[in-house]
């Protein structure tokens, strides 16, 4: 008898679930859609420095980003408050100059002696974005208008200044992390519809410690990716 019992409950579960989504008056049912919570963020953009004239950088500098997130919906509004963690790299081409850090204290970049075909300023940071988010379409987040605005804190992973010899195959690589700040602050803007955004970047911190290098303030434009 109790065997039967509970068998009839079990059976009679999805009718209940079913008949919590049937309309009043009608018998059409609500079909209920998980929004996307955008877990998932890709960027790629062009990379800058605020910098002194005597610095000479050239050609598209470049920054790659990859961020998990999870999204705290606030409420039942449009808002919402995301965090996470990922990686940045970005690579800063210079126009005939090398970053010059052996037997001095301080780093400097000064023209090259090798006459290298190409160098750059290559550096890697463990980042946790955080951003205040606004959804046009609440119900469905892959589409309509999105905002973001926040920040990423990020730690220095690696940080070396790779320079390439004309006519070889030698690489020469200088290693500059001991200059450089461990941690960075970074203000940051996201503006799109749907999957796809522009967003920007701004450095709060310089990229050099206090009186370790010269005053070069990082800053990025480019496309965001987002999904899941």
Same mark, same amino acid.
């Given at each position: 008898?109790?065997?039967?019992?509970?068998?009839?409950?079990?059976?009679?579960?999805?009718?209940?679930?079913?008949?919590?989504?049937?309309?009043?008056?009608?018998?059409?049912?609500?079909?209920?859609?998980?929004?996307?919570?955008?877990?998932?963020?890709?960027?790629?953009?062009?990379?800058?420095?605020?910098?002194?004239?005597?610095?000479?950088?050239?050609?598209?500098?470049?920054?790659?980003?990859?961020?998990?997130?999870?999204?705290?919906?606030?409420?039942?509004?449009?808002?919402? +408050? *995301? !965090?996470? @963690?990922?990686?940045?790299?970005? &690579?800063?081409?210079?126009?005939?100059?090398?970053? /010059?850090?052996?037997?001095?204290?301080?780093?400097?970049?000064?023209?090259?002696?090798?006459?290298?075909?190409?160098?750059?300023?290559?550096?890697?940071?463990?980042?946790?974005?955080?951003?205040?988010?606004?959804?046009?379409?609440?119900?469905?987040?892959?589409?309509?208008?999105?905002?973001?605005?926040?920040?990423?804190?990020?730690?220095?992973?690696?940080?070396?200044?790779?320079?390439?010899?004309?006519?070889?195959?030698?690489?020469?690589?200088?290693?500059?992390?001991?200059?450089?700040?461990?941690?960075? +602050? *970074? !203000?940051? @803007?996201?503006?799109?519809?749907? &999957?796809?955004?522009?967003?920007?970047?701004?450095? /709060?911190?310089?990229?050099?410690?206090?009186?370790?290098?010269?005053?070069?303030?990082?800053?990025?434009?480019?496309?965001?990716?987002?999904?899941?």
């Amino acid at each position: 008898m109790i065997k039967r019992l509970a068998l009839t409950m079990l059976l009679a579960l999805p009718m209940l679930a079913l008949a919590q989504d049937v309309e009043k008056g009608g018998n059409k049912t609500q079909s209920v859609q998980k929004p996307s919570r955008d877990h998932l963020m890709i960027q790629f953009a062009y990379s800058g420095w605020i910098k002194p004239d005597s610095i000479k950088t050239k050609g598209i500098g470049r920054d790659f980003n990859t961020y998990l997130c999870y999204d705290f919906p606030i409420k039942k509004s449009n808002f919402s +408050f *995301a !965090a996470g @963690l990922g990686v940045s790299a970005s &690579n800063i081409y210079l126009d005939h100059q090398h970053l /010059i850090n052996r037997d001095t204290p301080v780093a400097r970049f000064a023209p090259d002696t090798i006459n290298f075909k190409r160098s750059k300023l290559v550096t890697a940071y463990i980042e946790a974005p955080f951003e205040f988010r606004f959804y046009g379409n609440k119900e469905n987040r892959n589409k309509g208008f999105k905002a973001a605005v926040g920040m990423r804190v990020g730690t220095l992973v690696n940080v070396h200044m790779k320079g390439k010899e004309d006519g070889t195959k030698i690489n020469d690589k200088t290693n500059a992390k001991q200059y450089v700040n461990q941690w960075r +602050f *970074a !203000a940051t @803007l996201r503006l799109g519809w749907g &999957n796809f955004s522009v967003m920007g970047t701004y450095n /709060i911190t310089p990229l050099f410690k206090d009186k370790q290098g010269p005053e070069i303030t990082p800053y990025s434009i480019g496309i965001c990716l987002t999904g899941l």
